[in-house]
């Protein structure tokens, strides 16, 4: 007998619980108000999302500020290891409802146990997102992770798996997707504005391998900052207060494909969108000093060229002006490129013209992409950023980085999802997670 999926709206369930409780305790007709149904700025309380935050540092509460914002989600608890976090996150969304409702938890099971929490945002350390994510569908949560969301393929692997069977709902912390200048560029390579797709260049960070240990340093109490459960999953290894302050970024241990999907996660998932490429990779991998190229089955090259820093050094392709995480495609009449600060150059009079109307938004805001995540909390439909695009992008950008480490090329098979004749490269699709519960 095969299981069946828990696809249950949260939502509907508790407005129906709601409603029942009410039928039996009121006999006589009466009247609802507008604001009691929802309409409005007011949202009744049996149609809000629920949400707990798992993780909170600097990234977490810049995301925040814009959920916080939304009239129908209600954030009720947060998970930190660190007390000073924890602190500092009461204070900004116990602030913004103006109450001191936020319930607070060293230990984020004890915040996947609650069952009146429909949705967790998840923004630890990288070396967790795939395993509370995990946890969290398991628990009945839908999730929206902050990316990499996984540190390996197999991480990939088993999110998609995991949530496909649970039928919970999850997006990629991958924004740009949901950023209009982003998604018209996409547009313009999918109606063939561009004429046949050529090639596709993402930018990343110049990969890095490191895995040197900081000093010992005495562990803090448990209270002020849990150690073994910062750690997680990752090996353990002695308590260094840089570590928690964000030192980790760059170390193997912790964070994953040697810093190529710190930028790669959002500008190799665009390439894959501009190329229709969301149920598929690239077939080849082939590292050198400058970029790594990479090349579809349908004969389309994934330029992935490696910047010194975030803001400058850019090779000659690209354009300074642009800001961070710009790409470029190229197609048979023309090419368009853009990144983070909005604008977009087009190599023609007419590809001009077509992005004339292009709202300009600046930075990274996620208000968008975060509305997206709680309507298909309500509505159960997918997200833009899916199980199945996170997998296929993300082991995109893992299988670069596999080249780049291994100084060699790479060939995977996109069924299979491994490499062709590498028994190394296919022992680093996983790591051992550490048993530190």
């Not at 849990?226 to 290894?237: F, H, K, S, T, Y």
């Not at 089955?297 to 354009?319: A, C, H, M, Y």
């Not at 090419?335 to 909005?342: L, P, Q």
């Amino acid at each position: 007998m095969s299981e069946q999926k828990n696809t249950t709206n949260p939502i509907l369930a508790r407005r129906k619980f709601l409603q029942g409780t009410a039928a039996t305790a009121v006999a006589a007709p009466y009247f609802v108000s507008s604001k009691a149904l929802g309409n409005g700025a007011f949202v009744a309380p049996s149609e809000k999302i629920t949400l707990g935050v798992i993780g909170i540092g600097p990234r977490c509460t810049y995301d925040m500020k814009s959920i916080l914002k939304l009239p129908d989600v209600q954030c009720v608890a947060l998970a930190d290891v660190q007390q000073s976090r924890r602190a500092k996150g009461k204070k900004l969304i116990d602030g913004h409802y103006g109450n001191s409702d936020l319930k607070l938890y060293r230990d984020f099971r004890e915040l996947l146990a609650r069952d009146d929490i429909d949705a967790v945002i998840i923004a630890t350390g990288d070396r967790w997102h795939a395993a509370a994510s995990i946890a969290a569908a398991e628990a009945g949560k839908d999730v929206y992770s902050e990316k990499p969301c996984g540190i390996t393929i197999g991480d990939c692997q088993n999110i998609s798996k995991v949530f496909e069977k649970t039928g919970r709902i999850f997006q990629a912390g991958t924004q740009r997707r949901s950023v209009p200048n982003f998604q018209k560029v996409v547009e313009l390579a999918h109606h063939g504005k561009l004429g046949e797709i050529e090639s596709l260049y993402a930018t990343v960070y110049v990969p890095t391998l490191d895995n040197a240990w900081l000093p010992s340093e005495p562990t803090p109490a448990k209270k002020d900052c849990d150690w073994n459960m910062w750690l997680g999953p990752a090996p353990w290894r002695p308590y260094n207060k840089k570590y928690v302050e964000g030192r980790w970024r760059g170390i193997h241990d912790f964070d994953s494909g040697a810093r190529l999907l710190d930028w790669g996660a959002h500008t190799v998932d665009l390439c894959q969108w501009a190329n229709q490429a969301d149920d598929t990779l690239p077939i080849s991998y082939a590292a050198t000093e400058k970029n790594i190229i990479c090349e579809y089955s349908n004969g389309v090259q994934l330029e992935i060229d490696f910047l010194k820093d975030p803001f400058g050094n850019r090779g000659p392709r690209w354009t300074t002006r642009l800001g961070t995480c710009p790409v470029r495609f190229q197609g048979s009449e023309g090419s368009v490129e853009t990144g983070d600060e909005g604008e977009i150059v087009a190599s023609s009079k007419t590809l001009r013209k077509e992005i004339a109307q292009t709202k300009r938004v600046r930075g990274l805001d996620v208000g968008a992409h975060a509305r997206n995540f709680f309507d298909c909390v309500k509505s159960r439909e997918q997200t833009v950023c899916n199980p199945t695009v996170m997998r296929r992008s993300h082991m995109a950008c893992h299988a670069a980085a596999l080249s780049w480490i291994l100084g060699r090329k790479l060939t995977i098979d996109p069924k299979t999802e491994t490499f062709v004749e590498d028994e190394d490269a296919n022992r680093l699709r996983l790591r051992a997670a550490r048993d530190w519960a």
